[in-house]
């Protein structure tokens, strides 16, 4: 039983394709995220979103936009990709302001 | 600099040894985090706490309010520790967001 997935776990695509990264948690959690690891392995907020609000990390280029259908899903959505974007996001979901749980990552790679 | 230092950033340690990583913050905090990332990429959280002292098998966190400053001790080391460890703080203000650590990549040999 996954309690946050993420598809797919890796993804190669070309500069200027526009790609989707899903992700479902089944904890009931209030609130999900994502979050970018650079190559150096520096995590960053992406997005908060919980069923009411919506919060963007002012540095996330509007290439990137969140969508969720329901509270348990929370695809990441992207535009026109750059090589700059490839990188290792992570999905994770939270009740409230409890503990963390993450996705297994998707590794991003753009050629 | 960053909102969150921690230290060491690399750390080898024989098996049985006792492990201490640190983490400071510099602003005001809601909750601090400690998570786990094994090579193969996967987070795991380790702690969350806003106070005191928390235990959990042979790990132990703790941290300091006053002195902005967090410990995550690892008691007879074992190999399978072996993992990159996070520190990340929710800041006043920011909501549920984490904010991170660079991260302190543990080694721990046979």
């Known amino acids: 039983d996954t309690a946050v997935s993420q598809t797919p776990k890796y993804l190669v695509t070309q500069m200027g394709n526009d790609k989707s990264i899903k992700c479902e948690q089944n904890?009931?959690?209030?609130?999900m995220y994502w979050y970018k690891q650079d190559s150096k392995k520096f995590l960053k907020i992406m997005f908060s979103y919980n069923n009411k609000e919506l919060i963007i990390n002012e540095t996330v280029p509007n290439r990137f936009s969140p969508k969720s259908p329901d509270k348990a899903h929370l695809n990441l959505h992207i535009n026109s990709l750059e090589l700059g974007d490839s990188a290792v996001y992570f999905c994770?979901?939270?009740?409230?302001?409890?503990?963390?749980?993450f996705g297994s990552g998707t590794r991003l790679t753009v050629v | 600099k960053n909102e969150v230092e921690q230290s060491p950033q690399n750390l080898t340690a024989q098996e049985g040894e006792f492990i201490t990583i640190n983490c400071s913050y510099s602003v005001g905090i809601s909750a601090l985090h400690w998570l786990q990332q094994h090579p193969g990429g996967g987070i795991v959280s380790l702690f969350m706490l806003s106070s005191g002292k928390k235990k959990h098998g042979r790990l132990i966190a703790t941290i300091n309010i006053q002195e902005k400053h967090s410990s995550l001790h690892i008691t007879a080391s074992h190999p399978r520790d072996s993992a990159v460890y996070i520190c990340?703080?929710?800041?006043?203000?920011?909501?549920?967001?984490?904010?991170f650590g660079g991260g302190t990549r543990l080694m721990v040999k046979p």
């Open positions: 994770a979901s939270s009740q409230g302001q409890g503990a963390y749980t």
């Open positions: 904890l009931g959690h209030d609130t």
């Open positions: 990340a703080v929710n800041l006043h203000g920011a909501g549920n967001m984490l904010t």
